[in-house]
């Protein structure tokens, strides 16, 4: 069993900048691919970025792309999504999640944290 607690979520100004965390106990992350989802109000849950467990390669959505960089540090048991020149569409719930094949669909995942919101507003 695999426990994730995301951390860094908060309200920042367009073109600003967040560090979301997502912290495993429980087993080791190291065989796992991880990635970032996010759900806005009344939205789909969608796919943000995923990070194989040799960690050498990030995938992200378009929408995201050249702005997120997803990375992780299996000696910390830790994953991070660095979000740069954020905007208000970026606002949403940002979830972290385990599976052991990666790829961009969330039934690719057995182990989800509880979520931290992002809110990008001037």
């Known amino acids: 069993q695999v426990q994730l607690v995301e951390s860094g979520g908060g309200l920042v100004q367009p073109g600003g900048s967040l560090r979301l965390s997502c912290a495993a106990s429980?087993?080791?992350?190291?065989?796992?691919?991880m990635a970032w989802f996010r759900q806005a109000p009344g939205k789909e849950r969608e796919y943000v970025a995923s990070i194989r467990w040799s960690g050498d390669r990030g995938d992200y959505a378009h929408s995201v792309k050249g702005r997120f960089t997803i990375s992780r540090d299996n000696a910390k048991n830790t994953v991070y999504l660095q979000m740069n020149s954020l905007k208000p569409e970026d606002t949403a719930v940002y979830y972290c999640a385990a599976g052991e094949n990666g790829g961009p669909l969330a039934g690719l995942y057995r182990y989800w944290g509880q979520g931290t919101q992002v809110t990008v507003s001037s």
């Open positions: 429980g087993r080791t992350l190291s065989r796992y691919s």
